[in-house]
């Protein structure tokens, strides 16, 4: 089975613009979650999806949003890019057979943002 | 934010000698993960152990949780360089259902040959 793809894997930007990053979680997986990770903060959850609704947000500004597909592939948008959203996006799948809690999550490779 | 801290921040040891990090955290939680990062890439899960566990060993690995101390600690026996990686442990909250984990700050290992 093939693991958890993202798309692009590495991005460069400018201040102002928007991305929007791609996850295709692993074939039967119905919940994505997706993570930041920079030096400074560590892995910080961002939100997840489950069935095309977010079921979980953490604490980012509006700037981020996301959503699902009925495929379960996810896409997460930034918009008006900030110096301080360089980092490593991270994608993360599961089964979600027991609604969530205690099951692993499959990381994808990470798309690496940089914001000039 | 993140759930805690992990201990200690780095780690060098030689091949053969084994590794322990710590991982503390702050609010009830339903379970721990421990994950392994190689190189800024994406995270491999290692170990899931239960609030209701107090022990967990998956080949080298042995896992200890004490939900008291709020703290749990991974142990990597008879260390390979093939186990140079970031380790960090998550935690799932009691507060809401699906998925959403929350990280420590990292323990950097470096095995030497």
């Known amino acids: 089975k093939a693991g958890v793809t993202q798309t692009p894997r590495y991005l460069i930007k400018t201040r102002g613009q928007q991305v929007t990053l791609s996850c295709s979680p692993i074939?039967?997986?119905?919940?994505v979650s997706w993570y930041q990770q920079t030096p400074g903060q560590g892995l910080q959850f961002l939100f997840e999806y489950f069935s095309e609704t977010q079921r979980n947000k953490g604490n980012f500004p509006g700037r981020f949003s996301g959503r699902q597909f009925s495929n379960s592939r996810s896409e997460m948008n930034v918009s008006t890019l900030e110096l301080g959203d360089s980092a490593l996006y991270l994608c993360a799948s599961s089964l979600d057979v027991t609604g969530g809690a205690g099951e692993t999550q499959y990381f994808g490779p990470g798309t690496r943002l940089l914001v000039l | 934010s993140q759930q805690g801290e992990e201990d200690p921040q780095a780690l060098s040891i030689q091949e053969g000698e084994n590794a322990t990090m710590n991982c503390s955290y702050k609010t009830s939680i339903n379970n721990l993960q421990w994950y392994r990062q190689n190189s800024g890439r994406g995270l491999v899960h290692l170990i899931l152990?239960?609030?209701?566990?107090r022990e967990k060993h998956s080949g080298r690995l042995r896992v200890t949780l004490d939900t008291s101390k709020k703290s749990s600690s991974l142990l990597i026996t008879a260390s390979r360089a093939a186990d140079t990686a970031s380790y960090f442990c998550?935690?799932?909250?009691?507060?809401?259902?699906?998925?959403?984990?929350?990280f420590g700050g990292g323990t950097r290992v470096l095995v030497k040959p």
């Open positions: 074939s039967g997986h119905r919940s």
């Open positions: 152990i239960r609030s209701n566990e």
């Open positions: 998550a935690t799932d909250g009691v507060w809401a259902a699906g998925n959403k984990l929350t």
